[in-house]
């Protein structure tokens, strides 16, 4: 059974950076496309970013050219790159599997998700 762990959340600063991490574990995640969401206070799921099994990779509008999703194969691990963060990035950052495109409800898997926020 696939099991999804997201590590690297935390406190950063306008303009900062931060590498999260989903690591797969009980099965591998390079079968599944692998996908990253986040949810702010009161709002509902918005995808981020998702990889294919082919490695071919697409962005929400809102953190294209700042954000770049990349697989670690050898790792079983997907990453998130953050860069150049706003405060409207502040958000739990989820990542899931077993799925296809930017709908939250079309993935099967998905981790406990890690904080992350931005100060202005």
């Known amino acids: 059974q696939l099991q999804l762990v997201e590590s690297g959340g935390g406190l950063v600063q306008d303009g900062g950076s931060l590498r999260l991490s989903c690591a797969a574990s009980?099965?591998?995640?390079?079968?599944?496309?692998v996908a990253w969401f986040r949810q702010a206070p009161g709002k509902e799921y918005a995808f981020v970013a998702h990889?294919?099994?082919?490695?071919?990779?697409y962005y929400a509008n809102a953190v294209k050219g700042r954000f770049t999703i990349s697989r670690e194969t050898a790792k079983n691990t997907v990453h998130l790159q953050m860069n150049s963060l706003k405060p409207e990035d502040t958000a739990v950052y989820y990542c899931a599997a077993r799925g296809w495109g930017t709908e939250a409800n079309d993935y099967m898997t998905w981790g406990r998700g890690t904080q992350v926020t931005v100060s202005s």
């Open positions: 009980g099965r591998t995640s390079n079968d599944y496309n």
């Open positions: 990889v294919t099994t082919e490695n071919a990779k």
